[in-house]
């Protein structure tokens, strides 16, 4: 399985310097794992105040 926060994120902390890693949330909605292609992912992070910070990040879908 992928941990999108620990594979994908190399930092999430807010301005008081709290980690935010564990609130990392990946949209994978465009992402058909049974075609080979490159997709796109929204990681997105909210903190404790409630502001929102999104990144989108290419992926790529090999066959096997």
């Given at each position: 399985a992928i941990?999108?926060?620990n594979d994908f994120v190399e930092a999430a902390?807010?301005?008081d310097?709290?980690?935010l890693k564990s609130k990392v949330v990946a949209d994978l909605s465009e992402i058909d794992t049974t075609t080979a292609g490159?997709?796109?992912v929204a990681l997105t992070v909210t903190d404790?105040?409630?502001?929102e910070a999104t990144q989108t990040i290419e992926v790529e879908v090999v066959a096997e």
């Open positions: 941990n999108w926060a902390v807010d301005k310097g709290l980690d490159k997709y796109n404790y105040a409630g502001n």
